[in-house]
């Protein structure tokens, strides 16, 4: 567990080395510095480390959201194509026959 955990920080470390950010060539500019979509990503990664991990150490944690996708898969389809439903009993029916 260890292993992987310093494994992680050092790929985390050597992408940081390898997207710096971009220095403003225009001066002095208001705001935040912008940065590459990759940049933000090792960002992200880096600052929710603990829940990108939580697979390792939590075996009921999938390691993917893939399940919960594909159980609102079915009603966003619907919604999609008829927009709503016709009734209260109509919309119980659907939930019915997809649980």
Known sequence: MRNFRKRYQAIIEEDYLESPLVPSTTGIRRGREKKTKPRNLLERLDRHRSQ???FLTDFNVPFDNNQAERDIGM????QKISGLFR??????AFCRIRS
Do not use: F, G, P, R
Not at 75 to 78: F, G
Not at 87 to 92: F, G, I, K, N, T
């Open 75 to 78: 009603m966003k389809l619907q």
């Open 52 to 54: 990108v991990q939580t």
């Open 87 to 92: 009734s209260e009993d109509a919309a119980q």
